[in-house]
């Protein structure tokens, strides 16, 4: 089934949708289809190429019931993933904050932080994305970030209440980010909402001083993610 690629995308559209015709525990199903993903990778059927050409993180983050074991092997196996966007400038997590379950964003988004803890896993809540959306003249463009998506499904404060309890566990273990390098990107990238600038003065209002002191701040923007 798998010797083509016709083979290839059926198989995979059926391993990373969440069925909704089985009624097996969640564990269960996601044991199996797991299981089923890592026997494919040993025998060479399944390549870290694939995550990207279908588009597997992007996928998995549109199931209403998030496939919690199914991302996590992915993610361990290609974490750029995570950055990566489509056409339209959708992340994953911009797909998790419109399609999936509060507890699946919250993940993406630990993810980006485990993988990115420097910089790009705060800017990710911010990256701004192409949406289609109806208007009394015209159907046009409007951009959103994954935040804003965040609070449109879930609500502004249950949206935050999981922002800030992610970005409390990582400070207590090793992803804390770099607050001078989030700043700087976020004044100076175009992609980024310039609500990622208040975000980080209302967190940290030192933050100004802190790079007034430096020497050579915009020196950091080229350190790592």
Not at 82 to 103: F, I, K, Q
Not at 204 to 217: F, I, N, Q, R
Request: proline share 4%; glycine share 4%.
């Amino acid at each position: 089934l798998l010797s083509c690629e016709r083979g290839k995308y059926r198989m995979l559209s059926r391993l990373l949708v969440y069925p909704s015709n089985i009624k097996d525990k969640k564990e269960v199903i996601e044991d199996r289809f797991t299981d089923v993903l890592s026997k494919l990778k040993d025998m060479g059927l399944l390549l870290r190429e694939d995550i990207t050409e279908h588009a597997i993180l992007r996928k998995l983050c549109a199931n209403r019931v998030f496939p919690e074991q199914r991302f996590r092997f992915f993610v361990e196996w290609n974490p750029q993933e995570l950055g990566r966007e489509s056409c339209v400038g959708w992340l994953p997590l911009h797909v998790s904050a419109n399609y999936t379950c509060l507890r699946g964003f919250r993940i993406t988004f630990a993810a980006g932080l485990q993988y990115f803890p420097r910089k790009n896993g705060i800017l990710f809540l911010f990256q701004t994305n192409y949406r289609y959306r109806n208007s009394p003249l015209q159907l046009a463009y409007h951009r959103e970030t994954p935040l804003q998506l965040a609070c449109e499904r879930y609500g502004r404060e249950k949206a935050l209440t999981v922002i800030e309890s992610v970005l409390a566990d990582s400070k207590s273990g090793s992803t804390s980010y770099s607050t001078i390098q989030v700043f700087l990107s976020a004044a100076v990238d175009k992609n980024t909402h310039l609500d990622c600038v208040y975000f980080v003065l209302r967190r940290e209002p030192d933050v100004l001083a802190k790079l007034l002191s430096l020497p050579e701040p915009t020196a950091l923007l080229t350190k790592d993610c």
